[in-house]
């Protein structure tokens, strides 16, 4: 199994991005804790971008491939129709994506408490840091098993 873990806008600055809400780990940390968590034989496949149609891409290909996604749509989260779009056309199809934010959006401004992604995500995990990512992957693990 390939698990792909999507992240959006922003996060390749993880580490020096106001650390006091997403902590001080970068996203090569966070690959290491996830390829390291990882259960035997799995590849976890970690990718960022700051661009919505790579995203849209990157889902298409998971629709294509049925390889189950953790994805952190950072700021996407709150307005793209379009990311939405993308999620319901693999989850409809039988995929997996978990949605995943290293924060508590709902524990922060008013714009976050909206997300356009979770009616169509399989599920929501939100507030433990990386950890959201590790308890991604656990539920795939647990789907799969
Ligand atoms: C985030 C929360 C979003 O509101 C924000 O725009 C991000 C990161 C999180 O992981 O906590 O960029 O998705």
């Given at each position: 199994?390939?698990?792909?873990?999507?992240?959006?806008?922003?996060?390749?600055?993880?580490?020096?991005?106001e650390?006091?809400?997403?902590?001080?780990?970068?996203?090569?940390?966070?690959?290491?804790?996830l390829?390291?968590?990882?259960?035997?034989?799995?590849?976890?496949?970690?990718?960022?971008?700051?661009?919505?149609?790579?995203?849209?891409?990157?889902?298409?290909?998971?629709?294509?491939?049925?390889?189950?996604?953790?994805?952190?749509?950072?700021?996407?989260?709150?307005y793209s129709?379009?990311?939405?779009?993308?999620?319901a056309?693999?989850?409809?199809?039988?995929?997996?994506?978990?949605?995943?934010?290293?924060?508590?959006?709902?524990?922060?401004?008013?714009f976050?408490?909206t997300?356009?992604?979770?009616a169509?995500?399989?599920?929501?995990?939100?507030?433990?840091?990386?950890?959201?990512?590790?308890?991604?992957?656990?539920?795939?693990?647990?789907?799969?098993?």
């Amino acid at each position: 199994t390939t698990v792909l873990v999507l992240n959006g806008p922003n996060l390749g600055r993880l580490g020096s991005r106001e650390p006091d809400v997403y902590g001080s780990g970068d996203l090569a940390e966070l690959d290491r804790v996830l390829s390291a968590a990882a259960p035997a034989g799995w590849t976890v496949e970690l990718r960022q971008t700051d661009d919505e149609a790579t995203l849209m891409s990157w889902l298409h290909g998971a629709a294509d491939s049925g390889a189950p996604v953790i994805l952190n749509p950072a700021a996407f989260t709150h307005y793209s129709y379009a990311l939405r779009d993308a999620v319901a056309l693999v989850t409809k199809a039988g995929g997996t994506v978990i949605e995943v934010h290293i924060s508590n959006p709902h524990a922060r401004e008013e714009f976050r408490h909206t997300s356009v992604i979770s009616a169509v995500a399989t599920g929501v995990i939100a507030g433990f840091g990386f950890d959201s990512y590790l308890l991604a992957l656990h539920a795939i693990g647990l789907r799969t098993a």
